[in-house]
């Protein structure tokens, strides 16, 4: 099944993008994140908290195995840690086409500020920030079938490159 997954750090634009796209292209949007956390009635940060990080890597893995199977085609946000998850490397090409959103570390910092993710918590936001950007970058664009980069144009700009964009990889 060929879903349009969007991948990138958090503050990226993932959700919004992708509820965008999917409204454009008439298919269903899904959020990993979402999924998860209404099926718990929590937030990440509170999953995190109660039952840790490996446990909510763990659910991530089994909500992409089980989108893998959904012959529906949609469009698919996934959360910014999933991909850097070695045991969901995997599955990643079987999900479908592969979007990048790329922000620069300035873009994404802004955006994050006041953010309460459980990762880049704390004093040193902006130095959990970098580490966990140079950490994920090589690994998104890695997996990447599309890149376009995040908070420099107008949105509905960014979202006629990106159709554009996927219209020529699914010509290839």
Do not use: C, W
């Not at 490996?54 to 959360?79: C, H, M, Q, W």
């Amino acid at each position: 099944m060929n879903h349009i997954i969007i991948i990138g750090f958090m503050g990226s634009g993932k959700t919004r993008v992708g509820k965008r796209l999917a409204k454009d292209l008439e298919l269903p949007f899904i959020d990993v994140d979402r999924l998860i956390t209404k099926q718990f009635n929590m937030s990440v940060k509170e999953i995190f908290e109660r039952f840790g990080e490996p446990f909510y890597r763990a659910l991530e893995t089994l909500t992409i195995k089980n989108l893998i199977e959904d012959k529906e085609r949609k469009v698919i946000s996934l959360g910014a840690g999933l991909p850097a998850q070695e045991q969901n490397q995997q599955y990643l090409k079987q999900l479908g086409t592969i979007i990048y959103l790329k922000g620069s570390f300035a873009v994404l910092k802004k955006r994050l500020e006041g953010s309460n993710n459980p990762l880049i918590d704390g004093e040193d936001q902006e130095d959990k920030i970098k580490k966990l950007l140079k950490q994920r970058d090589p690994i998104y664009a890695k997996f990447a079938d599309i890149q376009v980069v995040t908070g420099v144009k107008p949105f509905e700009d960014l979202i006629e490159e990106i159709k554009e964009k996927l219209e020529e990889y699914t010509k290839k």
